[in-house]
């Protein structure tokens, strides 16, 4: 069974497609293929187990499990009655099922979801007398419809709770980053792993975290307690176990890698140690309260990770005034570093004063955010505004 070909999905979001590709293809991934927010791949169940525990830019891993055509709507129901449900799970499961529609005969998504739930639960009545029971909040088993045009795909989520929660925020504060753009914010500035990463506006210590566990190779999933996978009729517990037990063999001390968070409120730097603790980083991380803005840092050269406010807090004004800032404290304070800045509204980072060198597109979540690279030279050499 391990070594059966077969075709996964991840998902991710958008802009960080590429830098999942690249992890699949570390860990032995095949035929990898990117598309819109996800990418598509081929492997055994030994390699799904490794990137569900691994992956830190992936929301969720998918087993295709089959594929129709659906031209009237009545298709849907009879195709879904004629999959061996029973390969994947018992009546005893409980089920979810969750519908992507793009221009089909159907014009609702939730009534796919019914039509989809009533196949399988009629499958089961029909063959061994007794139906799964639904459960929305915390199933056994997700199910996926994907039906665009006449295409329908149907998909077994192997991941349950989608793999952003790691289990050790516990607290968000304010606006807290999804754990899996932090992870890919990381990896997009190409960090060595090995030089001195800040992140002056740390909020919950995400993106510290991330960096950590990067640096140490600690897997992704670690702290979790469950994955879909394991629900599943096929699941392989030993072969899991022996996965687990080798990842922990692969994690490396803390070293000398210095990772900061600076954050100019207490309670977040709270907050931030509370979730370190929990991560297991406490004493690898350091977390200080500091006025980004006032604070010299110690340390000559190194990459920065700055996520602003965006203005939800600040009115326009005080806005712009808040991006000039950030623009000469960098070319005060910071020469030497590489600063990477995240913002959700694109106006506010002409006003920084500095020319970016790389220019990204990422999304957090639905919004549309622009990830820009800036070199802060040493000498003399003129800075050029960056403008919309």
């Known amino acids: 069974m391990k070594n059966t070909p ?41 390699l799904l187990y490794k990137v569900n525990l691994w992956c830190r830019t992936a929301i969720n891993f998918m087993q295709l499990i089959k594929s129709f055509e659906v031209k009237e709507q009545q298709d849907l129901y009879d195709n ?5 449900w029973e390969q994947y799970f018992d009546h005893s499961n409980t089920i979810a099922v969750k519908a992507v529609i793009f221009n089909t005969v159907f014009d609702n998504s939730h009534f796919v979801e019914l039509r989809s739930k009533d196949a399988i639960a ?8 007794s139906r799964p029971n639904v459960d929305t909040r915390d199933p056994d088993i997700k199910i996926s419809i994907h039906l665009s045009k006449t295409t329908c795909k149907v998909s077994l989520d192997s991941s349950g709770a989608q793999l952003f929660k790691r289990n ?20 997009l500035t190409g960090w060595d792993k090995k030089s001195t990463l800040i992140d002056p506006m740390c909020g919950s210590g995400t993106i510290p975290i991330e960096a950590a566990m990067l640096a140490q190779n600690i897997p992704a999933g670690i702290l979790r307690k469950k994955f879909g996978f ?15 037990t080798k990842a922990k063999e692969l994690q490396k001390p803390p070293g000398k890698t210095i990772i900061e968070g600076h954050d100019i409120s207490g309670r977040n730097i709270g907050i931030a140690r509370q979730n370190t603790m929990q991560a297991g980083l406490l004493g ?10 006032s604070y010299t840092p110690v340390h000559k050269t190194g990459t920065l990770i700055i996520n602003p406010p965006y ?27 590489s600063a990477w800045i995240i913002s959700q509204d694109y106006t506010p980072l002409k006003y920084i004063g500095l020319k970016p060198s790389g220019k990204l597109t990422v999304y ?9 690279k800036f070199e802060i030279y040493k000498g003399s050499r003129k800075y050029t505004s960056y403008k919309n």
């Open 284 to 293: 690898t991380i350091h977390l200080q309260r500091n006025d980004f803005f």
């Open 364 to 372: 957090n979540g639905p919004i549309e955010c622009s990830y820009l």
């Open 122 to 129: 009629d499958y089961f009545s029909e063959k061994f007398g």
């Open 230 to 244: 394991q629900n599943w009729k096929n699941y392989e517990p030993k072969l899991f176990e022996e996965i687990k």
């Open 168 to 187: 050790y925020r516990r607290s968000g504060g304010e606006a807290p980053l999804n754990e899996v753009l932090a992870a890919g914010l990381v990896k």
């Open 311 to 337: 203005g939800k807090r600040l009115k326009q004004d005080d806005l712009i005034e808040f991006y000039k800032k950030i623009g000469d404290t960098l070319k005060n304070k910071y020469e030497g570093y």
């Open 6 to 46: 077969l075709p996964f999905v991840a998902k991710t979001f958008a802009g960080l497609e590429n830098v999942l590709a690249d992890e699949l293809t570390q860990f032995g991934a095949k035929d990898v293929r990117t598309v819109k927010r996800a990418v598509e791949f081929a492997g055994d169940l030994e």
């Open 80 to 84: 879904l009655r004629k999959i061996k």
